[in-house]
């Protein structure tokens, strides 16, 4: 009889949340709390469960990526990530990386300012431009086929939630406005080389990130002026109209 190859999973709640956002990530965490994934058992390169919803549902997760995955209900049954995967998941790593459950906080599909009105620090500095180093490779021309599109679209997805979360951890200060304004304009130019933003990922995130400078102005009324100074027009959208908008 061959033997299953036990693999630890290759993911943290983090990534979950990151790759699924807010709302589906409570609806899995929820799951998972009321104590509804039972039965776990390793499965080839992966694990399966029973997992009570409506009904019993029999789900199987990669161990190598949370969103590769089966499941019999009716989402599962069109080949999308549903609530089911996500809570076996979130189980998983709950059993076998219980150092690496930390929840993000903030929320990842808005903008959110710290409101600490100080100068940044060096580490803040260097953290943000690690994160949103990182955060850009998820941001990236597309020419492949259709049938990756999808896949694609999460991967932008995903970059905009890490642009957001690294945005909420910046002090509000003329340094930070900087550092928004620097992201808007690689955002920027990432749309004229060749980023497909057909349902509007990125043109949003630049949107959030304009808010946040709104957000600054809010908590510091005298950076009004010095963004107005320093914020350029985008060439790919005119994202820099929301500035202020609040003031109407």
């Known amino acids: 009889m061959r ?44 694990y399966t469960a029973i997992v009570s919803g409506t009904h019993e549902y029999i789900v199987c997760v990669d161990a190598l990526s949370y969103d590769r995955g089966v499941c019999n209900c009716y989402v599962g049954q069109n080949d999308e990530l549903c609530k089911h995967m996500i809570a076996l998941a979130i189980a998983l790593v709950y059993k076998y990386r219980p150092n690496e459950v930390e929840i993000i906080k903030h929320p990842l599909d808005q903008p959110v300012c710290s409101g600490e009105v100080r100068n940044i620090t060096k580490e803040e500095l260097e953290y943000f431009k690690l994160e949103s180093k990182h955060a850009m490779t998820f941001i990236k021309s597309y020419n492949g086929p259709s049938s990756k599109w999808f896949q694609y679209q999460d991967s932008l997805t995903k970059g905009s939630r890490l642009i957001l979360l690294a945005l909420a951890k910046l002090p509000v200060c003329k340094d930070s406005v900087l550092l928004c304004i620097d992201i808007l304009k690689k955002l920027d130019k990432k749309i004229l080389r060749g980023v497909d933003d057909s349902d509007g990922t ?20 005298e950076l009004e002026d010095y963004i107005k100074e320093k914020l350029p027009k985008g060439e790919a959208f005119d994202w820099e109209t929301g500035f202020l908008v609040f003031h109407n």
């Open 3 to 46: 033997k299953i190859r036990f693999v630890i999973p290759q993911f943290t709640l983090s990534d979950i949340q990151l790759g699924v956002g807010d709302h589906e990530f409570k609806k899995g965490l929820t799951l998972y709390q009321k104590g509804s994934v039972n039965n776990i058992e390793d499965s080839f390169n992966g």
């Open 202 to 221: 990125v043109g949003g995130l630049m949107e959030d990130i304009v808010e946040v400078l709104n957000m600054f102005v809010r908590d510091e009324p």
